[in-house]
Nanobody, 123 residues
Framework: DVQLQAYGGGLVQAGGSLRLSCVASVITLDGTAIGWFRQAPGKEREVVSCISSRDSSTYYADSVKGRFTISSDNAKNTVYLQLNNLKPEDTAVYYC????????????????WGQGTLVTVSS
């Protein structure tokens, strides 16, 4: 069975930074896409960023471009999401997911999901 664990969330003031980590405990990251998604209260889950292990290509939602950075360490089966210049509207539960897809920005392409980590940004 595939397990993903996301951690690193917390409470931070606007303008602050956090680093989220997603560890895949079973699968190798080779050939997979890892995505970060978020869901704010009362809103649908949305893509934040994703990375393909095939060519290390990345995708960012317009709302986070220039502020968030995704990276991977295949030796550690870990994908990171660096969150800088956080805004109150970034407050959400952040989930990481894994899938065998080249369309890594599409939520439905993912088969495995982590449990989520809460990011709260105060104004």
């Amino acid at each position: 069975d595939v397990q993903l664990q996301a951690y690193g969330g917390g409470l931070v003031q606007a303008g602050g930074s956090l680093r989220l980590s997603c560890v895949a405990s079973v699968i190798t990251l080779d050939g997979t896409a890892i995505g970060w998604f978020r869901q704010a209260p009362g809103k649908e889950r949305e893509v934040v960023s994703c990375i393909s292990s095939r060519d290390s290509s990345t995708y960012y939602a317009d709302s986070v471009k220039g502020r968030f950075t995704i990276s991977s360490d295949n030796a550690k089966n870990t994908v990171y999401l660096q969150l800088n210049n956080l805004k109150p509207e970034d407050t959400a539960v952040y989930y990481c997911a894994a899938g065998f897809t080249s369309l890594c920005w599409l939520l439905n392409e993912y088969n495995y999901w982590g449990q989520g980590t809460l990011v709260t940004v105060s104004s």
